[in-house]
């Protein structure tokens, strides 16, 4: 077992990069806020932030298809015992048996075990009952991780997913149907492993419950991965917080994207919080720094003339109950003026982020592209991609990238299709494709 100290709360700072120039007549305004919580995570050692303690649910699938090869299922069950391993004592935990059903492994009764040594090995020992057969059924496993994560009243909750097939025993709408009755109410970090399963089903899961994806090609690296997820699990100090947006009158929301580690558009997830202002769910924080590029549209102003485009908070919900507290906060501001140089500069921070977000969705779209046989578009894509991966120093997916296609000139984007590609690496690709590099500053 990992001896990991309780956390503490973090704290938070925001950090404002944008050019606030505009020329006469602008209105779009951009801004990368930075924002980082420190002190938290597993340095701490008086309890949690909030209150109420951590519950993590792990998510087995064990429909038939685990059992082909025979080491996905056997994988599973190690990758399962290991991540029970590395929780900390006092954390709440269950063990979930995923078919076209969802069963409880451990402990049982519709209620959640608290970590200790003892009842570690009760889970490890019920471990070994677990076998394959049946169907795949994912929005029913994801209902009752969240009924056992809210019986308890705990402040941190998360899940971990394995899965290796397609979600073929209920409807995608029963899925999206599952999928918001959840968000919100607990992060979930979800695996595919194996090449049989469809990476928009995995990666749309761990997008709409603030987690991560990816592939573990090889069942032999399933321990090693779960471990990891829990480790970063059992970091987490403070959760379910928003990052809040207030404009004054006027100012229009252009967006609101995550940028890094990972892409993700926050803007259709905004919950009003009064006037003038809106809530985007960032989730659950340990010790960490997250990217969020925002942009706004200003009204016209004369030059000379300046305002407050946007305020930017950090809020906690209180842990007694009472209004959400702020943690931090930045400014975005708007100066017009006539000079060119001032006016034209692209913040580079910025600029290095618009880079990263058209390098996921031309990822995207040229592996869609190949799929329906559209060479050309594939190619232009994918092209296109390598020369934005190569500029912004994103040396891994580069790496993938060129598992794809053969690389002529990675600085004009002059690419090939390989004549095969490997499912894994393609699907790797695909999976990671949202994944970022931090600005250099």
């Known amino acids: 077992m990992a001896n990991f100290a309780k956390p503490t709360a973090p704290q938070f700072s925001v950090d404002v990069y944008q050019n606030e120039f505009l020329p006469e007549g602008g209105r779009e305004v951009s801004a990368i806020v930075t924002v980082t919580s420190t002190g938290g995570g597993t340095t701490g050692v008086s309890g949690y932030a909030d ?23 056997r994988g599973a069950r190690e990758a399962t015992a290991a991540a029970v391993d590395t929780l900390r004592d006092g954390t709440s935990f269950a063990v979930v048996a995923g078919t076209h059903v969802a069963k409880e492994v451990y402990p049982g009764n519709g209620r959640l075990a608290v970590a200790d040594a003892r009842t570690r090995a009760e889970a490890k020992q019920a471990l070994r009952s677990l076998s394959a057969g049946g169907g795949t059924a994912i929005g029913t496993w994801l209902r009752l991780a969240d009924r056992l994560l809210s019986s308890a009243g705990l402040a941190i909750r998360h899940g971990i997913l394995l899965t290796d097939g397609r979600n073929e025993h209920e409807s995608p709408e029963e899925l999206r149907a599952a999928l918001d009755a959840c ?159 001032m006016s034209t500069s692209i913040n580079p921070q910025v600029a290095h982020y618009t880079g990263q977000a058209e390098l996921a969705d031309v990822i995207q779209q040229g592996l869609d592209a190949r799929k329906s046989g559209d060479h050309d578009g594939a190619t232009a894509k994918l092209g296109r991609a390598v020369q934005l991966a190569a500029a912004s120093g994103n040396a891994d997916t580069a790496k993938l990238l060129s598992k794809v296609v053969d690389v002529v000139d990675a600085a004009t984007g002059t690419v090939r299709l390989k004549a095969k590609v490997a499912e894994a690496d393609e699907m790797t690709l695909e999976t990671r494709s949202t994944k970022t590099v931090r600005v250099k500053r």
């Open 183 to 341: 968000a919100g109410r607990f992060t979930c970090d979800a695996r595919g492993v194996g090449t049989d399963w469809e990476v928009k089903e995995v990666t749309a899961i761990a997008s709409a419950l603030l987690g991560t994806a990816d592939i573990v090609a090889d069942p032999a690296g399933l321990a090693a991965d779960f471990t990891a997820m829990m480790e970063q699990a059992m970091g987490k100090g403070v959760a379910d917080v928003v990052l809040r947006l207030w404009t004054p009158v006027g100012v229009e929301i252009g967006y609101v994207k995550q940028v890094a580690p990972t892409v993700e558009d926050l803007t259709g997830r905004r919950t009003e919080a009064g006037p003038r202002a809106g809530d985007y769910p960032t989730g659950s924080w340990g010790d960490e720094s997250r990217d969020y590029h925002v942009s706004v549209r200003v009204p016209r102003a004369a030059i000379g003339q300046e305002m407050l485009a946007a305020r930017v908070s950090l809020i906690a919900p209180d842990p007694a109950g009472g209004d959400p507290r702020p943690l931090s906060q930045g400014l975005v501001r708007a100066v017009w003026t006539d000079d060119l140089v």
């Open 51 to 73: 209150g109420g303690g951590a519950g993590v649910v792990i998510m087995v699938d064990c429909s038939g298809s685990m059992d082909y090869p025979a080491t996905k299922m």
